[in-house]
């Protein structure tokens, strides 16, 4: 049976210096702004929990469904008014396709603690998305924030 009105997320792999996410949404009744975390960076394999965890977006493939409103995936701030996130992607409307460029976190280290956010805005009743989000384990921006993780630098990653 179906989850409506809040975003499922599933892991779908997880190496040492990479992990994949799957998100689904699907809307019975229109809904306003919402914000969920989607992956904190300090659960994943490898992380130094007394330090920020970061994570630098490589790939998303998206297919939406949306009659008005819009989806973000953000670098997630510590702040708890979420005013200080940093968008990578911004997606509506009814739409589908790839984007396949490196995205770095540019949030400063006072203000995060590696995660990443999902924020939907103005969904209908009908609505519905599916965003495959991959991302990589940042080892040199906090050294010592990822523990026995190589750095992915000489793979391919895409």
């Known amino acids: 049976m179906a989850q409506f009105n809040t975003p499922v997320i599933e892991k779908l792999w997880e190496r040492d210096y990479q992990v994949s996410l799957k998100i689904t949404g699907q809307y019975n009744t229109a809904t306003g702004a919402s914000n969920t975390i989607i992956l ?21 493939d998206y297919c939406m469904g949306l009659a008005n409103g819009f989806v973000s995936i953000e670098f997630a701030s ?5 005013v200080s996130n940093v968008t990578v992607f911004t997606v509506g409307k009814r739409s589908s396709g790839s984007l396949g460029a490196y995205v770095f976190n540019t949030i400063d280290t006072a203000n995060s603690y590696g995660d990443l956010n999902l924020y939907t805005s103005n969904l209908d009743a009908n609505d519905s ?23 992915p630098k000489p793979y391919n990653y895409q």
């Open 129 to 151: 998305f599916t965003i495959i989000v991959s991302a990589v384990k940042s080892v040199t921006r906090t050294p010592g924030a990822w523990i026995n993780v190589e750095d």
């Open 40 to 60: 904190k960076a300090n659960t994943l394999y490898g992380a130094n929990n007394s330090q920020p965890c970061y994570l630098d977006v490589t790939h998303i």
């Open 78 to 82: 510590a702040n708890t008014s979420n």
